[in-house]
């Protein structure tokens, strides 16, 4: 599909079977209004002009198209007298975090410390507003990041559910949505595993960790945002199924929706779960911490009351005192001694009760 900003492309199926392709806007109406066709319409980062148009051509309320073009609109599903609007974001996890330094292309630096070393979230959110009309769809996306390629891929591998109607076109396409829901989480919960293995290993770095744990957590935030909704989405999508009547004999498509369902149920419940899990992990790694602090301290201790041995005979042996042996290389030998002795028991002492 034509990822290109301004892009429009179009397809007609009668009976399941793809009968136009990118017929001219005029034709669409009369398209919409036929018996048997079903009609796809997808705008890629549209232009004023080409909204105003389809909105003349469509008969489509102002604030559906505003709500299509708005900035960070929720997931949502809307009526609109005989259509339905659908807000829905497809994610992509990235595979690094950007790293370019402020002022160079593609750059993406923070608004108020651009030497701030915080992570950014991996997590690309391409946002599609879909037209549910009684005979066809209409897809927006807000820029060319979610490719429809894949979509037309999925309607082609299931073509003998284009007989019922539109139900099965937005069916495919939630369903290529959900699946990269569930590609996501996947990604999100294999980089957990690898940081509970490195949580435990001693030589692992302590900030590597938590800049880790702190993206991972900043991810599954934007996730959630996204996934959650779909439930009602869904739902409402379903509802108005069962209003209208459509597609009332398609048992596959009908099983085929109560799989969208359950693996909409099924992400949420993931993310839920991730969600908890990359707590505890934060509160271990901080336990962690304290109880790596309490051993230095321990071993700390454990030979500074060793060196305060040979410190305090030495040093006491120093001053101006008559003391035994003074003089004498007996009394040399006799100093060095206790020294070694009281050192070596304090080590076995500290040693036996795992200070060192």
Known sequence: ???????????????????????????????????????????????????????????????????????LERT????????????????????????????????????????????????????????????????IREHPGFDMAQVVARWQANADLLKYGVGALVHGLLDVVVDGHFDAVQTLDDAMEELEDGLFDAQSRTAVV????????????????????????????????RETGNDAGAADLNSSYDDLYDHVLRVAEWTESLRDM???????????????????????????????VPTAITGYFGQNVLYPGIGTQWGFVFSTTIIIVIAGALYLQFHRKDWL
């Open 210 to 241: 938590q800049r880790r744990t702190y993206q991972i957590r900043k991810d599954l935030v934007e996730l959630r945002r996204v996934t959650l909704p779909m439930r009602e989405l869904v739902n409402a999508v379903l509802r108005h199924r």
């Open 1 to 71: 599909m034509d990822g290109k900003p301004g892009s429009v492309t179009s397809r007609v199926w009668r009976a399941g079977n793809v009968a136009v392709e990118n017929c001219s806007a005029e034709l669409i109406p009369d398209f919409l209004d036929e018996d048997g066709c079903l009609v796809w319409i997808d705008l890629c980062d549209p232009n004023h002009d080409q909204l105003s148009t389809l909105a003349r051509e469509l008969n489509l309320h102002a604030l559906a198209i505003e709500d299509a073009v708005a900035h």
């Open 278 to 308: 990359i707590t505890t992990i934060f509160e271990t790694n901080l336990s962690l911490q304290d109880a790596r602090l309490n051993t230095v301290m321990k071993k700390l201790t454990a030979w500074a009351a060793i060196i305060a």
């Open 76 to 139: 949502k599903a809307i009526r609109y007298g005989h259509y339905t609007v659908l807000t829905v974001y497809a994610t992509h996890l990235q595979n690094a975090e950007p790293t370019a330094p402020p002022g160079e292309e593609g750059a993406r630096a923070p608004a108020t410390r651009p030497d701030s070393l915080a992570p950014r979230s991996r997590l690309r959110l391409d946002r599609i507003s879909v037209f549910i009309l009684p005979r066809g769809i209409v897809t």
